[in-house]
């Protein structure tokens, strides 16, 4: 079992260039989700989705963008990437389908803008 | 809207001291509770969950957490923590209707 694969796992970028960061699950869970997670502020939600064709904002949404047209993929678009949005970002899956919301994580992207 | 506050950002133990990580959630409706750990360099990583019944969760790794109802709380500990144990801990949140809301992190040092 893959679990979560995220890809790349390194990258840099320069100012306003745009690329997007792939993430794939094969455990058919409905919830995918986009966090990014810096220094001495934990994991915050970028945007997440509860099954295909269904995307919502999280709490810092603004510069991404986000789509979910297979239940295995969740992409996310930096549109104009700015030194703002160096972190480490890491996507999730999870279902309640077994009554609760266990988020399994991929092994996070690392993204430096210069 | 969910939030969890996590009140030590950096714990410095020495090994085979007990250790207890505060964590107190705001939510009024039904909530799963979970603890994750990050090694460095490392994606996170779960260590216990609560969805229902017995308030008192083990986990992996000797971990325990208590899940009071009435305090908001749901607060991580271990008798006696090893060097191993140096990683962030991460308390989380989920409601069931969208992704889970995580606390800022307690940074934890174990000196051998």
């Known amino acids: 079992n893959a679990g979560v694969t995220q890809t790349p796992k390194f990258q840099v970028l320069k100012t306003g260039q745009s690329m997007t960061l792939q993430c794939a699950q094969d455990?058919?869970?409905?919830?995918m989700s986009w966090y990014r997670q810096d220094p001495g502020m934990g994991l915050r939600l970028i945007h997440y989705?509860?099954?295909?064709?269904?995307?919502d904002q999280g709490e810092v949404p603004n510069g991404y963008n986000v789509s979910r047209s297979t239940t295995e993929d969740f992409p996310l678009r930096l549109l104009s990437a700015a030194p703002s949005q160096t972190s480490v970002y890491f996507c999730?899956?999870?279902?309640?389908?077994?009554?609760?919301?266990?988020?399994?994580f991929g092994q996070g992207t690392r993204l430096t803008v210069v | 809207a969910q939030s969890v506050s996590q009140h030590n950002h950096h714990v410095i133990l020495s090994e085979a001291a007990s250790l207890e990580l505060g964590c107190n959630y705001s939510?009024?409706?039904?909530?799963?509770l979970f603890w994750y750990v990050q090694y460095p360099g490392q994606h996170l990583q779960l260590l216990l969950k609560y969805f229902s019944g017995d308030p008192l969760v083990k986990g992996i790794k000797g971990f325990e957490a208590e899940f009071i109802k009435s305090k908001f709380s749901f607060n991580l500990r271990k008798p006696s923590v090893q060097w191993s144990d140096t990683a962030e801990y991460f308390c989380a949140v989920g409601t069931g209707r969208r992704a889970l809301t995580f606390g800022s992190g307690t940074r934890l040092q174990v000196q051998p």
């Open positions: 455990m058919n869970h409905e919830y």
């Open positions: 999730a899956s999870s279902s309640t389908r077994r009554g609760g919301t266990e988020a399994f």
């Open positions: 939510y009024g409706g039904t909530v799963n």
């Open positions: 989705s509860v099954g295909a064709g269904i995307t």
